[in-house]
């Protein structure tokens, strides 16, 4: 697969210059995101850009002191969003409906599509970006934080600013274990090892089974995070028996 | 908000023209799409590419009868797979752990940054696409046809070929109505009321909140979707009490 790249190869910044962006790019970049397909002409998303420093800091501290969290020109939390389209019908005298699993399954697609559409124009004029899954570690006091009314849920962090590094673009598995013709096909033992080759370079330890099993075996981050995103969920509305 | 747009104008295209993609141009897409950030190098995505007709024809009935999932060069489901990932711990000796609600949350994002990704890449060659939200009205019976295996949830179609269209860029609220500032904003009724406005071009008898009545209110598509899902979630591994 070594067909000419399209997009602007996308690799995570974690080193950002200490220079802020020109006046408007926030605004440029969201104008971007929301030309982005939605679902039911709905736009269940929203962006919540953090100023303030002291805020700034104690997200960076709950995402597991990400220093790239404070020193990013622009950070932004992409947000799941049924409130705002409620409110229009509301205000219009019209009741919602109850689908809290339905309503999360398109608001979340509907918010990380507009988020990717903004990470791919960002990077389009040289702005480097880093997605922070950590701020699921801290996401009540988040919730709290950032004054999300029910029906409004964080989803992950992003940085925005000038790179400070040039790092190289990390591995990916194989274009075939993502790919599947017709049906779902089984990783094979050969494919799983190859892919666990291939992703060494991501590790510091050269196995990239041991980076996965620390997030996703018994006793891993995301059982750890499971307790508190529930109980999120449940508080923003997004749960079901 | 009249800046210069940077990435290609994204519009759904719904009518395609009968031209093949250039051999190998899914598989250029989809390594563009493997370029999208990753949380904790988990990939946690699989790209179902429907070949055989008459599988492609069934699916487009399940999502109500859309002409253009037959009509397109190409068609994809976009699926969350955790499936993948597991079975690589499980070959090296380790046990998966339990996570429902945080696996369901980074899959999903995983898989949408992914698939826009690649929607970008698409218009950035000139090539059209139109996400098919509707897929999930036949849930159940998409999982059976493309033998999903537990960890594995279909979220959305995507139909990418040559645009036999041109239409133009559909309306969208306000930034501010999306773009908050340290904290979450309440939409004003005046601010809800521009957004009606300018959303009425989207509309065939020009009043949004009627549309969005239709999928959000009580009764509305989105009620209707709620059990399907709510089992399919349950069969796949991604429902919590």
Redesign the interface.
Known sequence: ?S?D???A??R?IRMFRAEPLAE?T????????????T?????M????????RA?RRRIAELSGDQQHVLDAAEFLVA?A??H??????E??G??????????L??A??DA??????L???AE??GLG???I?GI?NGVEELID?????RG?LP??GLCVGWPGEEPV??P??A?A????????H??T?EA??A??AA?AA?TRSGD??S???R?????????E??PA??RA?ERQGFA??
Chains 1, 2 share one sequence.
């Open positions: 697969m067909a790249p399209i997009l190869p996308h995570s408007g926030i605004e440029r970049l969201v104008a971007e995101a929301q030309r982005a397909p679902d039911a002409t709905g736009q998303y929203s962006f919540v850009r953090v100023l303030d805020r947000c969003d049924l705002r389209l409620e409110r229009v019908l205000l219009d019209r009741a919602p409906g109850e689908y809290p699993a339905t309503g399954h398109f979340v697609i990380t599509l507009a988020t990717q559409r990470i791919d124009a389009a004029i970006t880093v997605c899954g699921l934080l950032l004054v999300l009314p409004v989803l992950f673009a990390r990916r598995v274009l274990s993502v790919l599947h013709a017709d049906t779902y089984e990783l033992p799983a090892a892919d666990v992703m991501i990239w089974s980076v996965l099993a997030y996703f075996a018994v006793g891993g981050t995301m059982e995070r499971e995103l529930r969920l079901w028996q």
